[in-house]
């Protein structure tokens, strides 16, 4: 399957993301229908619930895409979808129909999360909608400082117990807690969403109904393809969600499985994302989310 995006693609800002507009496969290829499954946020304006789903298209590329992940699933070079076997460590993996401003449809291709405990996506997939490159130097510092702490730490625990030797390892431990605190701080602040109408939604201030946002909010596939797309001037036009690899301890989905967003971390996101979306459509009745 080519990975390689189409000649000519759009080129916002000489943006790297030009990269991540794939062609439509060759030939055709029946789904077996559409998958009733919808993806779905409160809008932010109007508070009406505005989602978007499945086509045909979005349903073929979804197979090319099972054939493709199938295919790399034994490659011990370049992109492998092995460690996806491994036991909990399949994850959702999405599809959006676009085209770009001269009318070329294509699509745009994405995974939950992390990619085999890199936040650097592989060529050819969107990246985090987070700007990660401006907490990467506190990411480094901080992951040095807090395994230093749990090593002296550790290194305490071994000595005889005594009160002073206690009070340190909780001095130890409240300062590594603070230094944690403080980077998911900084991660928070740099995740700023922006829809198609121009408004800036930063994660700080969605509404969750924590005071702090869930771990992992906006690294779902469909935030994470709709941003890609907005901020590389493509027009959504349709999107599919599969599960692939393993099933997680948490969620016992099968391999190749249609699913829908989730309410925690999609809901309080895609409706902003949504917003000047023409494929996006007012919800008339609650839509299920996972």
Request: one cysteine or more; charged letters at 25%.
């Amino acid at each position: 399957m080519d990975l390689s995006p189409i000649d000519g693609a759009p080129e916002p800002g000489g943006s790297h993301e030009t990269d991540l507009f794939h062609a439509l496969g060759p030939g055709a290829i029946d789904a077996g229908g559409i998958a009733s499954v919808r993806y779905v946020g409160r809008c932010t304006k109007t508070g009406k619930d505005l989602s978007i789903g499945p086509t045909a298209t979005a349903m073929a590329e979804a197979l090319r895409l099972h054939s493709l992940l199938d295919a790399c699933s034994e490659a011990t070079s370049g992109f492998s979808s092995a460690h996806l076997r491994h036991p909990a460590a399949g994850k959702m993996f999405g599809i959006l129909v676009v085209t770009d401003p001269a009318g070329r449809q294509g699509t745009l291709r994405a995974f939950s999360g992390e990619w085999d405990s890199s936040w650097v996506a592989p060529a050819g997939w969107v990246p985090s909608p987070g700007h990660l490159q401006e907490y990467a130097a506190a990411r480094r510092d901080t992951e040095d400082r807090v395994a230093e702490f749990t090593r002296q730490i550790e290194e305490l625990k071994e000595r005889p117990t005594s009160k002073p030797i206690r009070r340190q390892i909780e001095a130890m431990k409240i300062e590594r807690r603070r230094w944690s605190r403080e980077l998911t701080d900084k991660i928070h602040a740099a995740y700023r969403f922006d829809n198609a109408l121009g408004e800036i939604l930063p994660l700080t201030e969605v509404q969750t109904g924590s005071p702090r946002p869930p771990t992992g909010m906006g690294d779902c596939c469909a935030p994470k393809l709709l941003q890609a797309a907005i901020r590389s001037g493509l027009t959504p036009q349709g999107m599919v969600e599969f599960w692939w690899g393993s099933p997680s301890a948490m969620f016992p989905r099968e391999e190749g499985g249609y699913y829908g967003s989730c309410e925690q971390k999609c809901y309080p996101i895609l409706g902003f994302l949504l917003r000047g979306i023409k494929a996006a459509q007012v919800e008339t009745e609650q839509v299920t989310t996972t």
